[in-house]
């Protein structure tokens, strides 16, 4: 694996790179989405946060690294590991990152029957795929959009159970996949499938940078990395050893930190603004905006948490409306300015 660009020397994009350090902090919020043009940094950025993650305590010889605390005697095959041994051997491994090419097959994804000792052995055995890798780390797919119909129904059944199900070619066969879902693509190749795009916790857009001094600072320092890169890391070690402080303590911090009623009333009244589809909407807004206070060392979800995080936790959920030609984002502005103005003034 080579040298990941430094999270901290990447330019601009700040709603992008805040977005992955929320679903780092905690998980459960499903993922993010990036649309935006082709070269604004979007895998060098998910990269570039695994890397700033602490190494994960896997079992030993496991294929889908388990945690060891998972109360699991045992596990699915090949994994030959008694995980009920008192004396179950561990290691430290880079949290993952898995990218699921657009042409890969069902089999590559999913894993499928090991052809090689069938053959030789006549042993049916099981390969695992992309999403054993992913596990416990984070699944990078660009260009979502156009992903095929039938790997997007399988993703979704994936993304809800945290388990991936193998039912073929005389195996059966369920292991663990909880990853963080990061997904890139250009609206203007292709929509996104509402189902899917649902199951993403944030939405974030990027473009191209339109300043010349920022430009022009994004390639010199692209530039730098590429002629040295283990001095551009050492450069930005500093900076980054603080990104890397700061998630760490917000992982913690994030259990204590208390959601008002006030909160969650104004995240209620902001998604029926919007006429949002469910209640996944508050649901993310409230874990997004804990997330965000814990990053700010903060005890307490204030109305600016909220209001920082709603365009990323709701452009995504809206429904089209034919009469109003504003684009998700302006729609999102507009009502957070009618709700969160309002609570504010109720407030005082």
């Given at each position: 694996?080579?040298?990941?660009?430094?999270?901290?020397?990447?330019?601009?994009?700040?709603?992008?790179?805040?977005?992955?350090?929320?679903?780092?902090?905690?998980?459960?919020?499903?993922?993010?989405?990036?649309?935006?043009?082709?070269?604004?940094g979007k895998s060098t950025a998910v990269r570039a946060l695994a890397a700033l993650l602490p190494e994960m305590v896997?079992?030993?010889?496991?294929?889908?690294?388990?945690?060891?605390?998972?109360?699991?005697?045992?596990?699915?095959?090949?994994?030959?590991?008694?995980?009920?041994?008192?004396?179950?051997?561990?290691?430290?491994?880079?949290?993952?990152?898995?990218?699921?090419?657009?042409?890969?097959?069902?089999?590559?994804?999913?894993?499928?029957?090991?052809?090689?000792?069938?053959?030789?052995?006549?042993?049916?055995?099981?390969?695992?795929?992309?999403?054993?890798?992913?596990?416990?780390?984070?699944?990078?797919?660009?260009?979502?959009?156009?992903?095929?119909?039938?790997?997007?129904?399988?993703?979704?059944?994936?993304?809800?159970?945290?388990?991936?199900?193998?039912?073929?070619?005389?195996?059966?066969?369920?292991?663990?996949?909880?990853?963080?879902?990061?997904?890139?693509?250009?609206?203007?190749e292709g929509e996104l499938r509402p189902q899917l795009l649902d199951r993403f916790g944030l939405s974030v857009e990027?473009?191209?940078?339109?300043?010349?001094?920022?430009?022009?600072?994004?390639?010199?320092?692209?530039?730098?990395?590429?002629?040295?890169?283990?001095?551009?890391?050492?450069?930005?070690?500093?900076?980054?050893?603080?990104?890397?402080?700061?998630?760490?303590?917000?992982?913690?911090?994030?259990?204590?930190?208390?959601?008002?009623?006030?909160?969650?009333?104004?995240?209620?009244?902001?998604?029926?603004?919007?006429?949002?589809?469910?209640?996944?909407?508050?649901?993310?807004?409230?874990?997004?905006?804990?997330?965000?206070?814990?990053?700010?060392?903060?005890?307490?979800?204030?109305?600016?948490?909220?209001?920082?995080?709603?365009?990323?936790?709701?452009?995504?959920?809206?429904?089209?409306?034919?009469?109003?030609?504003?684009?998700?984002?302006?729609?999102?502005?507009?009502?957070?300015?009618?709700?969160?103005?309002?609570?504010?003034?109720?407030?005082?």
């Amino acid at each position: 694996m080579g040298v990941a660009f430094p999270f901290s020397a990447i330019v601009g994009q700040e709603e992008m790179k805040r977005a992955l350090l929320i679903a780092a902090v905690d998980p459960s919020i499903g993922g993010v989405m990036v649309f935006g043009d082709r070269g604004t940094g979007k895998s060098t950025a998910v990269r570039a946060l695994a890397a700033l993650l602490p190494e994960m305590v896997a079992v030993e010889g496991c294929p889908y690294h388990r945690d060891p605390a998972d109360k699991v005697k045992t596990c699915a095959p090949p994994c030959t590991v008694d995980h009920a041994d008192p004396a179950l051997r561990t290691h430290r491994i880079p949290v993952p990152v898995v990218d699921l090419p657009l042409g890969a097959t069902e089999d590559r994804v999913v894993g499928a029957l090991d052809l090689e000792r069938a053959l030789a052995h006549g042993e049916k055995a099981f390969e695992p795929g992309l999403l054993a890798r992913a596990n416990r780390g984070f699944l990078y797919i660009d260009e979502v959009n156009l992903l095929e119909d039938h790997l997007v129904d399988l993703l979704l059944d994936v993304a809800a159970s945290g388990e991936n199900v193998i039912e073929r070619e005389g195996l059966s066969v369920r292991h663990p996949a909880r990853f963080v879902l990061v997904g890139s693509g250009n609206p203007e190749e292709g929509e996104l499938r509402p189902q899917l795009l649902d199951r993403f916790g944030l939405s974030v857009e990027v473009s191209t940078p339109t300043d010349l001094d920022v430009r022009i600072q994004v390639v010199r320092r692209r530039d730098a990395f590429e002629r040295d890169p283990e001095g551009f890391v050492a450069e930005w070690a500093a900076a980054d050893t603080e990104v890397r402080d700061t998630l760490s303590a917000a992982k913690q911090r994030l259990p204590q930190v208390e959601v008002p009623e006030q909160a969650l009333e104004t995240a209620s009244r902001l998604c029926m603004a919007l006429g949002t589809d469910g209640l996944r909407g508050e649901l993310t807004l409230m874990r997004a905006a804990r997330a965000v206070a814990a990053l700010d060392g903060a005890e307490v979800v204030s109305q600016a948490h909220m209001r920082g995080v709603a365009p990323s936790a709701l452009r995504h959920r809206l429904r089209r409306d034919p009469l109003d030609e504003s684009g998700s984002t302006a729609r999102v502005a507009r009502a957070i300015e009618e709700v969160f103005g309002g609570a504010e003034v109720a407030a005082q």
